[in-house]
């Protein structure tokens, strides 16, 4: 089974060849991702008319490419799938067409897929993972933990109650002075830093449960970095290298506590020993995935995270979830529509009308 995936919901447009053989393996035959850091330097974030006009222009070579490496033309594809939510509505939709067009030119069947569905199933492509497992999804936009029972059935066990974790890192990168995305920024910058050189909270860890917040870590680092600015008339490296690690210690040691509980949680209402494995974007940290890794050898838990380029946005997740999904669900067909908005924990078939 050959399946190609598009991927366009932010501002990674990305296209991929994955085939699935008979034994259950699959392999990733090409992933191309063209970014558009460059094109949102001067704003200081996603500029979404930016980015919708630039997956419009560079999908279809992107298409191009992804069959080109991976040696295999449009008649050797056999299902198409394409992120169609959530995400930025105008590069989702610019996906969403450019996958219609393509099923209909071909007669091929069309799977809308979940973004976080993609993030999510993503250990199952590279490791021997069953279902079902427990997941912590760290990206740009989103930080839940999920009980992940199947191809399309998921259940949150908690999340952030504000900011996402990315969204943090790329905060705090701006905060800093450093560049975007702020999380490889803030990372490389936090290891010529100290760990404790400045005393930031730990959100919510009095509280029980595995919900998380990170929007007050966010406003300490603010305070401390204006309180050095006050007392030094600026931010000397040093302070700002301090910063980042601080910022990162305290990242890490709440996602590491909220992931025990969140253990906890799975072992008391879930079926038995889990496997815990991490997804998204911030899951590139290699601070995060250590203290993780440790988290899960002490427990006795499997640890399992996909390499870096796995896990920021791709389209071989894309195309892997419908490969999966293709056992539970039909194909969508041309009623797709494109969802800026599509929760992942309740049954919710991409073949909704828009704005429902
Ligand atoms: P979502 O998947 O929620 O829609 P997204 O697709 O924008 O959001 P991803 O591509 O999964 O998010 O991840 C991007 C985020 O990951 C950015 O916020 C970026 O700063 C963060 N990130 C990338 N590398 C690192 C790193 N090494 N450390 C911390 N954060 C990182
Ligand atoms: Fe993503």
């Given at each position: 089974?050959?399946?190609?995936?598009?991927?366009?919901?932010?501002?990674?447009?990305?296209?991929?060849?994955?085939?699935?053989?008979?034994?259950?393996?699959?392999?990733?035959?090409?992933?191309?991702?063209?970014?558009?850091?460059?094109?949102?330097?001067?704003?200081?974030?996603?500029?979404?008319?930016?980015?919708?006009?630039?997956?419009?222009?560079?999908?279809?070579?992107?298409?191009?490419?992804?069959?080109?490496?991976?040696?295999?033309?449009?008649?050797?594809?056999?299902?198409?799938?394409?992120?169609a939510?959530?995400?930025?509505?105008?590069?989702?939709?610019?996906?969403v067409?450019?996958?219609k067009?393509?099923a209909?030119?071909?007669?091929?069947?069309l799977?809308g897929?979940?973004?976080?569905?993609?993030?999510?199933?993503?250990?199952?492509?590279?490791?021997?993972?069953?279902?079902?497992?427990?997941?912590?999804?760290?990206?740009?936009?989103?930080?839940?933990?999920?009980?992940?029972?199947?191809?399309?059935?998921?259940?949150?066990?908690?999340?952030?109650?504000?900011?996402?974790?990315?969204?943090?890192?790329?905060?705090?990168?701006?905060?800093?002075?450093?560049?975007?995305?702020?999380?490889?920024?803030?990372?490389?910058?936090?290891?010529?830093?100290?760990?404790?050189?400045?005393?930031?909270?730990?959100?919510?860890?009095?509280?029980?449960?595995?919900?998380?917040?990170?929007?007050?870590?966010?406003?300490?680092?603010?305070?401390?970095?204006?309180?050095?600015?006050?007392?030094?008339?600026?931010?000397?490296?040093?302070?700002?290298?301090?910063?980042?690690?601080?910022?990162?210690?305290?990242?890490?040691?709440?996602?590491?506590?909220?992931?025990?509980?969140?253990?906890?949680?799975?072992?008391?209402?879930?079926?038995?020993?889990?496997?815990?494995?991490?997804?998204?974007?911030?899951?590139?940290?290699?601070?995060?995935?250590?203290?993780?890794?440790?988290?899960?050898?002490?427990?006795?838990?499997?640890?399992?995270?996909?390499?870096?380029?796995?896990?920021?946005?791709?389209?071989?997740?894309?195309?892997?979830?419908?490969?999966?999904?293709?056992?539970?669900?039909p194909p969508d067909g041309f009623a797709l529509s494109a969802r800026?908005?599509?929760?992942?924990?309740?049954?919710?078939p991409a073949m909704l009308g828009s704005?429902k």
């Amino acid at each position: 089974l050959t399946v190609l995936g598009l991927e366009s919901s932010c501002d990674d447009t990305a296209a991929a060849v994955l085939r699935r053989y008979a034994g259950g393996e699959t392999e990733i035959l090409s992933s191309v991702v063209y970014g558009q850091t460059d094109l949102h330097a001067d704003f200081g974030g996603v500029v979404p008319e930016i980015a919708a006009r630039a997956h419009a222009e560079a999908l279809d070579h992107c298409v191009e490419q992804a069959l080109t490496q991976a040696e295999c033309g449009l008649g050797e594809i056999e299902a198409i799938a394409v992120t169609a939510g959530p995400g930025l509505i105008g590069g989702v939709v610019s996906g969403v067409m450019c996958a219609k067009g393509l099923a209909a030119a071909t007669g091929l069947p069309l799977y809308g897929i979940n973004h976080l569905a993609g993030h999510a199933l993503t250990p199952r492509l590279t490791d021997d993972v069953p279902y079902p497992y427990l997941m912590l999804l760290v990206s740009g936009g989103h930080c839940q933990f999920l009980m992940v029972e199947g191809p399309d059935s998921f259940v949150r066990l908690g999340g952030t109650i504000d900011d996402a974790p990315g969204e943090a890192f790329d905060k705090v990168a701006r905060l800093l002075g450093l560049p975007q995305p702020g999380g490889p920024a803030v990372e490389a910058t936090a290891a010529q830093g100290a760990a404790d050189g400045f005393a930031l909270p730990r959100p919510l860890l009095d509280r029980p449960g595995c919900d998380l917040s990170f929007s007050g870590l966010k406003t300490a680092v603010l305070r401390a970095r204006d309180a050095v600015v006050a007392a030094q008339g600026g931010l000397p490296e040093a302070a700002r290298a301090d910063l980042c690690a601080s910022f990162q210690a305290a990242i890490v040691d709440v996602l590491v506590e909220k992931s025990h509980r969140a253990l906890d949680l799975y072992r008391d209402t879930g079926p038995g020993q889990p496997s815990f494995c991490v997804a998204g974007g911030v899951a590139a940290n290699t601070a995060i995935r250590r203290g993780l890794e440790t988290l899960c050898a002490d427990a006795g838990v499997r640890f399992c995270a996909p390499p870096l380029a796995l896990c920021t946005d791709n389209a071989a997740m894309i195309a892997f979830a419908a490969i999966e999904q293709m056992s539970t669900r039909p194909p969508d067909g041309f009623a797709l529509s494109a969802r800026p908005r599509w929760p992942l924990d309740r049954a919710s078939p991409a073949m909704l009308g828009s704005g429902k």
